[in-house]
């Protein structure tokens, strides 16, 4: 009989604690398209980027037109002379690179000089996007050569103003996806020349035109970066020396201060090309691009939650609330860190966990309840009860 | 036929496998930078040649004339001059600091428990809010920078000089050095073959951002009270009211005329 309503028990505890994570996850998943929580997330991912540890690509090089170079090979104009600019893609190119990005505006260049001289190079030409989001119009790239590769390096800024997504397809006004930069350089990396997709009506299984984060590898100084002026004194390495360049993905933007081309990021203001090289980074096989959580970590989040549950009913009261404040919040956030730190992935445990505080808070509500009733049962009941002889009224106290 | 194994190939294997790390770790240190012209400078006692590799915190010492290092920073390459023996200088950290997983934690939550600071975005097209001019002075090969810069997080950062018009070597190259920010007492950087006259400073922070260029006079102690009260004087002459740009270039063609004046 008793072993009948321990089980009845165990199974209503079970349900209406699945019940309320239920609940908490439907209500989670509404509340993640509010203002506030987005807030909240994009606060917890910067601090998730702080804590990121920070090493130099091994991949990624950064070749940047700086103040000094603005003013003494271009003289201070812009925009940048075409050829003085060729010149130092020449440079880059005889420093064999896997690929190369270009993160200047190309569209007044000499279509038929520039396309027949970089024929054939694992060269991607960035293309300004143009007009507002849902109209955006593509300007043109190497002067408007056709059969080239180009990417749209465009990114957008969160609410806040800063700088943590990007698109790896644009929809542009004519109803066609343009890859973006970055992109096309990881493609034209891996898989050469013939890796570069150009704009297309449609999209396949694999590609997204939807805001993806940025999953930044840290401020500035984690990729090698060469100035102009540098580059050019390296062009006489000796045979023996290691070529900075050499199997490289090289990306040539400008850092000088007339560009205005510097945006604030979750690691603070960030010339374009830098953000450029972070998704490139992120992107590149063996790398972790911040994706959603695949669905077997929501289920295990799930699990973990049930198991939880199913634990706590075997524990004394004490000990629930000791894990649960305690416990449950560390473990948490470790496994968030540790997941983000070798994932790049998210695992929530918000709704399980409230959902069992809830549980555990309704539970002790019950009982409270059933033991004040009893306890008023008993003190009718002893009101009730006749005048007893002396002696057997009250118990006798200790040392009495 | 069988050889003798002078070691057992247990072992051997067992040796080849605590090695690999140490030959993954060599096979990874790429150099920070190289030298791109050296006059005479040693690195350990070892006399340093033409594209020689260096490395962050490499120290190098100078016996006489100049070294130019070309590094991975993003700067111009740095030339450093030595003209009175011994001379040393250490290769300028820009590389993201090795930190332990608490600083990591800890850095992750003061992110997220501190106010980030309004970003704000200038809409100028030109100019520095970190460097201005001034006129500063050179003292022994100390520069003290306090009178170019604004206001900026303390913390080591690379200072480069390059020569507009120098009354003592006109023929002197690009000069760099840093400076540990932390005022009001550290704010000299050394420059031990500096010779008074106008520069473009720039700064750049160990991250490798930068924080502009500007004009500076720099006079040697004797007239530097003379050359700064005669520039702040020229200064506090100027209208309240005008173009950001008007006011740089005024205060180029001041700082010059200043300059100038002592020939």
């Known amino acids: 009989m008793s072993k009948i309503s321990s089980s009845r028990k165990f199974r209503h505890y079970l349900l209406t604690g699945l019940g309320l994570m239920a609940l908490t996850s439907a209500i989670q998943e509404l509340s993640l398209r509010t203002r506030l929580v987005k807030r909240l997330e994009t606060a917890n991912l910067d601090a998730l980027f702080s804590g990121k540890e920070r090493k130099v690509s091994p991949d990624v090089v950064v070749v940047s037109i700086t103040d000094d170079d603005y003013q003494t090979v271009f003289g201070g104009v812009s925009p940048l002379n075409a050829e003085k600019l060729q010149g130092v893609i020449d440079d880059i190119l005889e420093g064999h690179p896997r690929a190369l990005g270009v993160d200047f505006d190309t569209s007044a260049w000499d279509a038929r000089a520039a396309k027949n001289k970089y024929d054939g190079q694992p060269v991607v030409w960035a293309r300004e996007a143009l007009g507002e989001a849902g109209s955006l119009t593509m300007g043109k790239a190497l002067g408007g050569s056709e059969d080239i590769c180009c990417g749209v390096p465009a990114y957008f800024p969160d609410e806040d103003g800063i700088v943590r997504e990007y698109k790896e397809f644009i929809k542009g006004s004519d109803g066609k996806y343009y890859p973006s930069l970055a992109f096309n350089l990881v493609k034209v990396a891996v898989r050469g020349r013939e890796g570069c997709q150009g704009a297309s009506p449609t999209l396949e299984r694999n590609q997204s035109d939807k805001p993806a984060r940025v999953n930044f590898r840290g401020p500035k100084n984690v990729f090698d970066h060469l100035s102009i002026g540098t580059l050019s004194k390296l062009k006489n390495l000796p045979a023996g020396a290691a070529p900075p360049l050499l199997g490289k993905i090289v990306l040539l933007g400008g850092a000088y201060r007339a560009a205005r081309d510097t945006y604030p990021t979750p690691m603070r203001y960030m010339d374009g090309v830098d953000i450029i090289a972070n998704s490139v980074d992120a992107n590149l096989p063996g790398n972790k691009g911040l994706a959603d959580s695949p669905v077997w970590l929501y289920v295990w989040g799930y699990v973990e939650g049930v198991a939880l549950l199913v634990g706590l009913y075997f524990v004394s009261r004490t000990w629930s609330l000791i894990i649960l404040v305690v416990t449950g919040p560390a473990y948490a956030l470790v496994v968030n860190w540790l997941a983000f730190q070798w994932a790049g992935a998210f695992v929530s445990f918000v709704p399980c966990f409230v959902g069992i505080v809830i549980q555990q808070i309704v539970e002790h509500a019950f009982e409270y309840h059933r033991l004040r009733q009893e306890n008023r049962e008993l003190h009718e009941q002893l009101k009730r009860l006749p005048a007893t002889p002396a002696g057997l009224s009250t118990p006798s106290q200790p040392g009495g | ?263």
Request: proline share 6%.
């Open chain 2, 1 to 263: 036929m069988r050889q003798n194994r002078w070691i057992p190939q247990s072992c051997a294997v067992l040796c080849l496998a605590c090695l690999s790390p140490g030959a993954l770790l060599a096979a990874d240190s790429a150099p920070d930078g190289w030298v791109i012209a050296v006059d005479n400078w040693t690195r350990r006692n070892t006399a340093l040649k033409l594209y020689q590799e260096v490395f962050v915190n490499d120290k190098l010492q100078g016996i006489a004339g100049t070294i130019e290092v070309a590094l991975k920073d993003g700067q111009s390459p740095h030339v450093y001059r030595c003209d009175k023996y011994p001379c040393t200088i250490a290769i300028p950290e820009f590389r993201p600091a090795d930190d332990s997983l608490i600083s990591r934690l800890g850095r992750a939550f003061r992110e997220l428990y501190s106010h980030r600071d309004t970003m704000p975005v200038s809409a100028i097209s030109r100019g520095s809010q970190y460097l201005h001019q001034a006129v500063l002075a050179l003292n022994g090969g100390q520069l003290d920078l306090k009178d170019a810069i604004g206001t900026i997080d303390m913390g080591t950062y690379t200072v480069s000089l390059r020569p507009i018009e120098t009354a003592g070597s006109t023929a002197l190259g690009r000069l760099s050095g840093s400076v540990n920010w932390d005022p009001p007492g550290g704010t000299s950087a050394s420059f031990p073959a500096l010779a008074p006259g106008i520069y473009e400073l720039s700064m750049a922070s160990s991250e490798g951002d930068s924080l502009g260029s500007a004009a500076v006079l720099l006079a040697a102690p004797a007239d530097y009270p003379v050359k700064r009260e005669s520039f702040g004087a020229s200064v506090r002459a100027l209208p309240r009211d005008l173009d950001p740009a008007a006011l740089d270039a005024l205060l180029n063609a001041i700082l010059f005329d200043i300059g100038s004046s002592a020939k």
